[in-house]
């Protein structure tokens, strides 16, 4: 993508979706104290991971401003994160919690809260741009898409078609790019309470993306002032 694509990678003051903009206008009236705006990225911006959500939740992201914090999908998201080094810590209730990511960035295919965690294919399609704008400044290494609405919006964003990289839990997609697109279902609480998504699953989709990033001992220590991507 060309330097000339490059924008903003959220705005949090957007209102592209009417929709979206007259839900947050009910929730910051019922909920004074939330965040209830357009959730940005959290994370290390040259990461070479990049984690793409669907949207913020309601009690999570959306009420403390931080993607995957105080909700239930954080909980398993954070505690992998951390057993492949990733994250400093295991919490994820609140920003001031003093959590750090290494080498690794979450964002959202849709930054804010919509209606039963639903957005709308249009709402998608327009808060693309954003994402766009992440592969554009970023270039990340490898993306992983929590979901087939996140999945899809990757390829949106990077100018893919979607039938061309069917969406399958645990699947690897090497783009033309030379990024590397992997799959996992979202860790959600309906995904994990039905057993749709098990702890073991999640930890082998993470373990393997570590295991890509890790540099090949054969080749000695990496140049601190060249990081390869």
Known sequence: MSSEARGPVYDPCCRDCPR??????????????????????????HARLLIVGLAPGMHGANRTGRPF??????????????????ASHTGSDDPADGLRLS???????????????????KEVRRC?????????????????ALGRIAHDAVLLGLGLRARDYPFKHHAVHDLPSGMRLCDSYHC???NTQTRRLTDAMFDAVVRDIAAALRPDPRCGPPDPATRVR
């Open 20 to 45: 979206l903009a007259r839900h947050l206008e009910a929730v910051r009236a019922a909920h004074s104290g939330y965040h209830a705006r357009p959730v940005g990225p959290f994370g290390d911006p």
């Open 69 to 86: 914090t105080g909700d239930y999908a954080g909980i398993l998201l954070y505690r992998t994160l951390h057993a492949h080094g990733f």
């Open 103 to 121: 080498d690794c960035r979450i964002t959202n295919a849709v930054k804010c809260l919509p209606p039963q965690n639903r957005p709308l294919p």
């Open 128 to 144: 693309n741009r954003f994402l766009a704008s992440e592969f554009a400044t970023a270039a990340p290494r490898i993306v992983l």
């Open 188 to 190: 959600s609480r309906y």
